[in-house]
């Protein structure tokens, strides 16, 4: 089935295990999702819903789809300023390293003659020149800032769906829109807090037994049904795709709101959005349609285009990704549907 991701990489573990803390300090990446682990695999990591692996022992890696949780781990220390106020108060002792050492200089002057404090003289007021150029240049730390925390006590992040989709949770998927945008702001916020480089966001899993109830959907069934179990429906499975492209495209409107300086996050960041097929009723992957967006490894010459690639797998797609941020691997995933970059992307 569908399963609509964001990326900014037999399994069958406990819940508690996916469901570990960050450390409120950079990590490698974040994962994050919304309706994860619906159906069969009930909350655990499974094969149908895997979207990310350690790189170094290439173990799975599950998201964390509690919003309360990931709001206290990463932004619940943070009061109103308390960032804005230590990232000054650093950029303070970094540019006035002269004013912590005054004293020191002071007590070695008075034991010199008057030829070594001349000396010493110039070479303080060369590191005095350097600390005022350092003090010319922009601070950017109000860009990180805590996000406001949003009621979610209505939404279930764990709901008991049934292996065949009879038992849904129509009630606490209601609210799925607000959750979203809440886990969209949190990632967008880590990244410009620099507490990750990477981030992933997935709005659900393969199985997708979850309900759209704000779409008004004919017979309001679950996204799985839509697409297999109740028949290939091409009018609701179009709306469901129109209104995650209105998600994706919140995304980065708020990448493109955190002003550095003369550009934006956006700027500095590659969207990788997609799914993992392309035609739910046969499953098939091939004519998958990706999207990238951001500046981040691109240049301007290169952006608004649509490229059609005829008989190449995305895992090129994705070996270009990696070399944009210079990493020089020349494969990504495996070798039968890996030949190297993919031309024409930079």
Known sequence: M???GQTIAGFQEPRAQSERLYSNQKKKSIQLAIRWATGKSHGSLHPINCANFDADNNSPIGPLVDPQTVWKDLFGSIGAG???AKAAAALKRQQSILDFVDKR?????????????????EHLSKIRELEKGLMALPSTSSVCTQVPNVATSDYNPHPAYSDDGKVMDTATDKAIPKVGKFMTDMMVM??????????TLQWSDTEAKHTFPWLSLAENQHYHF???????????????ATWYSQQHLYLLQQL????????????????FIGSELQEPPTHKKNNMPFLLAGGGGLNTGTTGRWLKKTGESHNNLLVSILNMFGDTRTTFGSQGYSTGPMTGIV
Not at 256 to 271: F, K, M, N, P, R
């Open 2 to 4: 569908q399963a609509f």
């Open 82 to 84: 308390t960032a804005d």
């Open 105 to 121: 200089y002071d007590a070695l002057s008075q034991r010199l003659g008057a030829a070594d404090k001349l000396r010493l003289q």
């Open 190 to 199: 880590a990244l410009a807090c620099n507490l990750a480089p990477v981030g």
């Open 226 to 240: 839509y697409q297999h179990d109740g028949g290939f429906r091409a009018t609701e499975c179009q709306q469901i």
């Open 256 to 271: 493109d709101a955190v002003v550095i300086g003369d550009h934006t996050l956006l700027d500095e960041t590659v969207v």
